[in-house]
């Protein structure tokens, strides 16, 4: 069976002075029936990268193939297959929202009743009202819905979830969850690293245009060489300096080759350590820290994430934004 998605050294360059090269020769292949996540913090060319997949932008350079089409000849047929909810919709405001998914509907050949699709985003108690008069969630729920309508065989969702409260979040994480659950795809773009964690099988780290990661969330965080992350801070004592600079963060060399730790790195005035098993290293970094005169002012463990997958990876968080391409 033939890939879903197939993109091959993808390119694309805004005019500009200098140019501007929004995506860099990147290669993706998302399999039917996957729920996949294109990563990435603001202008690393998640939302370029899918609205040329979308046939909304022309790539400068490269190939794309769309459930096995190509944009240039059966653009037409790609289209009443797939459903798009943009980053940011806007629909009008005097129609009810049986009437936009009625609207919508209109567009496909073939695709579910609107009324089914006000059911699948939970909007029945919405029907009648009009779109000016929904909260930010239920627009949101609104837009997926009109991306459903054509009961299409591949989703593309930007930045669904962006603005949301935790509950209109989790609201859409379910509807996503049905969706594949029928054995079609997706492919969501987000920063939020968590929701990508929870629904997506596999996913696409990208920077500067790029994919710098690729696997399943379990395969990329088993990368970092632990499943648990030790995050402390300590204060220098009477003696020590070697160990702690002027701005008053320990050196991460000097816990690096404690028991069970596969990484060091420094996060500000903090150390960050990643390991396979913490009750074992907690131990070994008391002691450590007090043979060198340091008191502990901060302590935690956490589960590793995507997030740390990032910053290993681009020496950077993904809050840490660029401009975003033009």
Not at 5 to 13: E, H, N, Y
Not at 282 to 298: E, F, G, I, Y
């Amino acid at each position: 069976m033939s890939s879903a998605i197939r993109c091959t050294q993808l390119v694309k360059t805004y005019e500009g002075r200098p140019p501007v090269e929004a995506v860099r020769g990147l290669d993706l292949a998302i399999e039917r029936g996957e729920c996949f996540g294109l990563l990435g913090p603001n202008g690393a060319g998640k939302t370029t990268t899918i609205e040329i997949i979308e046939g909304l932008l022309p790539p400068t350079s490269g190939e794309v193939e769309v459930l096995g089409l190509s944009w240039n000849r059966q653009g037409d047929e790609i289209r009443q297959r797939i459903g798009i909810s943009l980053q940011e919709t806007r629909l009008s405001e005097k129609l009810s929202v049986r009437e936009t998914l009625t609207l919508f509907r209109s567009f496909y050949r073939r695709g579910i009743e609107p009324d089914e699709a006000i059911r699948l985003v939970e909007l029945e108690e919405k029907a009648a009202a009009w779109v000016g008069k929904l909260s930010g969630g239920q627009k949101q729920r609104l837009a997926v819905a009109a991306a459903l309508v054509g009961d299409p065989e591949l989703l593309f969702l930007d930045e669904p979830t962006t603005g949301l409260d935790p509950q209109s979040r989790r609201q859409l994480w379910e509807v996503i969850r049905q969706f594949g659950r029928q054995g079609r795809t997706v492919l969501v773009t987000t920063h939020y690293l968590d929701e990508a964690e929870r629904l997506c099988d596999r996913v696409a780290i990208v920077d500067h245009g790029k994919v710098i990661a690729l696997g399943t969330p379990r395969e990329l965080i088993a990368s970092l060489g632990g499943e648990h992350v030790i995050e402390f801070s300590a204060h220098r004592g009477d003696a020590g300096p070697s160990q702690v600079g002027g701005s008053g963060a320990v050196d991460p060399s000097v816990v690096a080759d404690l028991p069970g730790v596969t990484a060091a790195r420094p996060e500000g005035d903090r150390v960050c350590l990643s390991v396979a098993e913490p009750h074992v290293t907690l131990p070994s970094l008391v002691t450590r820290l007090q043979q060198l005169n340091l008191q502990l002012a901060s302590l935690s463990v956490r589960h590793a994430s995507l997030e740390d997958v990032f910053v290993k990876l681009a020496g950077r968080h993904f809050e840490e934004e660029e401009v975003a391409a033009p």
